[in-house]
């Protein structure tokens, strides 16, 4: 496995949220639980959410790529990267980890690992993803379409907080595809976004959270469930 999977175990919380999640809220959650982990008062987390139908700008957002700005409500967000899109279908992993004890603060070697944790994920359902130099997130090649042609299937976004990682990967399930049109997905015009169904692989999300926590347990040590409710009351 790539030298970018860390050795380091200790126990990582997991919570799946079973509705959908207001993005203030989301990262209103992120940065109270990365102050908190910051300070050793709580355990790293991996949380698994969906977003209402929405678009976020990263730093580097250029507006000419807000195609459609009335589309979905649009939110600047902290994250790195550009305009992207959020919305029911998608599964977002949020991940909260201690890049410095981690990765010795190495923020490419992170990045590299969330790219081989989506990977992996996609090889459960025997989908071949990979990575590209310049691009970021998870590519499909797509010799159905045309000759070249590659969609994106998993976008990354990462924002770094006292050594704490927060935000973290999307991977497209079943969304409607249609909603990435009112943006220039990542910045990237001229490839296509895809899905597992568009794809052509049926899968519930429940099966892609076991597959997402089980390789997250795998790589960064024992995953502890937590339920969504508790989660929430802690930022309260």
């Not at 929405?54 to 600047?76: E, I």
């Not at 949020?94 to 989506?118: H, P, Q, S």
């Not at 990575?131 to 976004?157: F, H, N, Q, S, T």
């Not at 497209?172 to 597992?196: E, K, M, R, W, Y």
Request: aromatic share 8%; net charge negative.
């Amino acid at each position: 496995m790539d030298s970018a999977i860390p050795e380091t175990a200790s126990v990582v919380e997991c919570v799946v949220a079973r509705e959908p999640v207001a993005y203030l809220d989301a990262v209103q959650i992120m940065e109270e639980r990365v102050a908190k982990i910051a300070e050793g008062a709580e355990s790293e987390l991996i949380w698994l959410v969906e977003h209402p139908a929405l678009y976020t700008a990263g730093t580097s957002a250029k507006h000419a790529d807000l195609v459609a700005p009335d589309r979905f409500p649009v939110f600047q967000s902290g994250r790195g990267g550009q305009y992207t899109y959020h919305g029911p279908g998608q599964r977002v992993a949020y991940a909260m980890l201690d890049v410095r004890r981690r990765f010795g603060g190495d923020v490419r070697r992170f990045v590299k690992f969330l790219e081989n944790v989506v990977i992996e994920t996609l090889a459960r359902f025997d989908i071949i993803g990979e990575v590209r130099e310049g691009r970021v997130g998870v590519w499909v090649m797509r010799p159905d379409i045309g000759p070249g042609r590659e969609d994106k299937i998993a976008a990354l976004g990462i924002r770094i907080r006292r050594g704490i990682s927060f935000h973290g990967l999307a991977i497209n399930v079943a969304p409607d595809l249609s909603h990435f049109s009112g943006i220039v997905p990542c910045g990237i015009s001229d490839q296509g976004v895809t899905s597992f169904k568009d794809l052509g692989h049926s899968v519930r999300m429940n099966d892609v959270d076991a597959a997402l926590r089980e390789i997250f347990s795998k790589h960064l040590g024992a995953v502890r469930d937590c339920e969504h409710g508790q989660l929430v009351a802690m930022a309260r």
